[in-house]
């Protein structure tokens, strides 16, 4: 599923492309999963005609900011924003100067909301989120504040509502680089390990943006090009091979469905 590098790679690249410009037409292929509080027609008389502003990003979610209205994108599982068209194409979004966007969509889970400008604060989708990664909320204090929990440390990096943005692949790499076992308990932590979890979780994001995202599933740069992330995995994936700190081999347990991969040894 795309993370908070990934879709804050694909907000850059829409930036360029996209931003400034009208919208000329949409088309909807797939309004039943796809449109969440709109209707088809409802959503073409809100944005086409109308300047995007801005290409902005919350947590996981993509902001098409028109000058009225926004378009609220959650790429779920397989989404993806293409500059060309693929195999499930279920939004398409045509700007002046030829300039097409294809919202690409195999299992159909990506959700769209439509918002004015003024209500966007209101949606229950971006109400619950927690606080954002790189923003001034962002602070070791808040960060701490959110740890009062009996969660295990790693479901609590997934829960949206804690801190935002972070999915499997970047909590398993925050909490190696912190050196915290994943099943800590989340209240447990000591002040020392919460800044180390705190500032790693900020250093894998970034490393991860700077790579363009992590290509292992479905995931895309708008161009079509893969994120190179993968190539720095440190545990993901790394099952039985060694760490990069004390060489003993990686372990894999289940957490909340989700594979958790760690090192024994120096995570603790
Ligand atoms: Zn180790």
Redesign the pocket.
Known sequence: MPELPEVETIRQDLEQEIAGKTLRDLEVKERLHLLKNCSERELKRSVVGQRLIAMKRRGKYLLFCFEKFVVVLHLRMSGRLLLEPAKHTRLILEFEKNKTIYFDDARRFGALYLSSQEELEKLPALQKLGIEPFSKEYSLRNFRSRLNSRQEIKRWLLDQSKVTGVGNIYACEALFEARIGPEREASSLSSQESKRLFEAVLQILRRAIEFKGTSIESYRMPSGELGNFQKNFKVYGRLKEP?H??H?PISRITQGGRSTYF?R??QS
């Open positions: 760490c700190r004390c003993g090192c040894a120096c």
